[in-house]
């Protein structure tokens, strides 16, 4: 049997088309281009703000992104939306294509008290992105090193470790309680994914994906039947149909 790398799917791109928004955004200072999604499957699970970089047509450029529900303004959104404010841009692009590459977490979306704090703290987000992505390409060729030597770890020591060793390096490394651990190991036997090596490398991997973009300080939170959605989610995208 061929031990697939844990992290070799994952990536940090999707694509989408600009679509009208409530404008918002413009009104405060922070235009943003609303995205309906495309393509690319791996976008973050956690809501919040994120700086990206944005490749319209030729053009590439920094900015920041939220993938939330917008709680300052709305009262019960069900759906995500994607929204980026691009830096230095000022072009209508209403129907066009932007691909946008996840580069760093900022932090958790929130409800702000009132416009004012929500500008402020949009301002300091701006700030943060610019930082993080000044420091892109030293931390990409930290984590790619990282990644490489983790799954050196896996395939050698990891995936063979007794039952209970294996599922403490899972809560350890991930962050996840005994409670979720169970969940997703009985739900992907459930769902045919019977040969134990196999099994241990899509827990691996489904764990990686769905805490790829959180920081180790934020528990990950799924909220009612959010851990099942993700779970059929990556089961569709990444494991039906692999023998």
Same mark, same amino acid.
């Given at each position: 049997?061929?031990?697939?790398?844990?992290?070799?799917?994952?990536? /940090?791109?999707?694509? #989408?088309?600009?679509?009208?928004?409530?404008?918002?955004?413009?009104?405060?200072?922070?235009? @943003?281009?609303? +995205?309906?999604?495309?393509?690319?499957?791996?976008?973050?699970? +956690?809501?919040?703000?994120? /700086?990206?970089?944005?490749?319209?047509?030729?053009?590439?450029?920094?900015?920041?992104?939220?993938?939330?529900?917008?709680?300052?303004?709305?009262?019960? +959104? =069900?759906?995500?939306?994607? &929204?980026?404010?691009?830096?230095?841009?000022? %072009?209508?692009?209403?129907?066009?294509?932007? =691909?946008?590459?996840?580069? /760093? !977490?900022?932090?958790?979306?929130? =409800?702000?008290?009132?416009?004012?704090?929500?500008?402020?703290?949009? $301002? &300091?987000?701006?700030?943060?992105? %610019?930082?993080?992505?000044?420091? %892109?390409?030293?931390?990409?060729?930290?984590?790619?090193?990282?990644?490489?030597?983790?799954?050196?770890?896996?395939? @050698?020591?990891?995936?063979?470790?007794?039952? +209970?060793?294996?599922?403490? !390096?899972?809560?350890?490394?991930?962050?996840?309680?005994?409670?979720?651990?169970?969940?997703?190991? =009985?739900?992907?036997?459930?769902?045919?994914?019977?040969?134990?090596?196999?099994?241990?490398?899509?827990?691996?991997? !489904?764990?990686?994906?769905? @805490?790829?973009?959180?920081?180790?300080?934020?528990?990950?939170?799924? #909220?009612? %039947? #959010?851990?099942?959605?993700?779970? $059929?989610?990556?089961?569709?995208?990444?494991?039906?149909?692999?023998?």
């Amino acid at each position: 049997m061929v031990i697939q790398k844990v992290y070799e799917n994952i990536e /940090s791109c999707f694509e #989408g088309i600009v679509v009208e928004g409530n404008k918002i955004g413009r009104k405060i200072g922070f235009p @943003t281009a609303n +995205l309906n999604i495309q393509s690319g499957i791996n976008f973050p699970t +956690l809501n919040g703000v994120y /700086s990206v970089e944005i490749q319209h047509g030729d053009e590439r450029f920094g900015g920041v992104m939220n993938i939330g529900v917008k709680p300052t303004f709305e009262e019960d +959104l =069900k759906e995500k939306v994607f &929204e980026v404010h691009i830096f230095e841009f000022d %072009k209508e692009i209403y129907g066009e294509l932007l =691909k946008v590459e996840i580069c /760093s !977490f900022i932090r958790r979306e929130k =409800k702000f008290r009132n416009v004012e704090d929500l500008k402020k703290q949009l $301002s &300091e987000d701006c700030d943060t992105a %610019k930082e993080q992505l000044l420091n %892109k390409n030293q931390e990409t060729h930290y984590q790619a090193h990282y990644l490489q030597e983790f799954n050196r770890d896996i395939e @050698t020591t990891v995936i063979h470790l007794p039952d +209970l060793d294996f599922v403490r !390096f899972c809560e350890e490394k991930f962050s996840v309680n005994r409670g979720v651990y169970n969940t997703v190991d =009985k739900w992907f036997a459930e769902h045919q994914v019977v040969n134990i090596i196999r099994r241990r490398m899509t827990i691996l991997r !489904f764990l990686y994906w769905v @805490t790829v973009y959180i920081p180790r300080e934020c528990k990950l939170e799924f #909220g009612p %039947k #959010g851990l099942t959605e993700q779970l $059929s989610f990556y089961y569709m995208n990444h494991v039906k149909g692999e023998k």
